[in-house]
């Protein structure tokens, strides 16, 4: 019993390492990861300079992971379509197109929640400058 518990414990943590593999080689694959994540970063850093409260710090996190989290889902099934049906189909197509239809939705969700976020903060701001 205890050396099935092994072998389950050594599975469980060798899936976050097969999952942190899939993020970085998604980085190093595709332009639009290494943007996302670009973004998030100087959104972040605006967050901390702004010294922005934990409830706005929810909201940039939750857009930031949807954003990461759609344009995984959105590589795999690239991926996945590029390998089953290499040449060119209707179907394939509405497949990428689709699922690149999801990051848009999750990136105008994203640009939505840091004007909410940002925008008193950054007329605060600016009116400070001005003053």
Do not use: Q
């Not at 409830?55 to 099934?77: D, F, K, P, Y």
């Not at 991926?79 to 689709?98: C, G, M, N, R, Y």
């Amino acid at each position: 019993m205890a050396k099935n518990t092994a072998v389950g414990h050594k599975k469980f943590w060798h899936s976050f390492r097969f999952a942190a593999h899939g993020i970085a080689s998604a980085f190093k694959s595709e332009l639009n990861m290494k943007v996302h994540s670009t973004l998030a970063i100087l959104v972040l850093a605006a967050a901390v300079i702004l010294r922005l409260p934990p409830s706005s710090w929810m909201l940039l996190l939750l857009a930031i992971t949807l954003v990461l989290a759609a344009e995984l889902l959105n590589t795999a099934i690239e991926a996945t379509i590029d390998l089953v049906s290499p040449e060119i189909h209707p179907l394939a197509k509405k497949a990428k197109d689709t699922a690149a239809g999801a990051v848009l939705l999750t990136a105008v969700f994203a640009v939505i929640v840091g004007i909410y976020v940002f925008y008193h903060p950054v007329m605060d701001w600016i009116t400070g400058l001005m003053s």
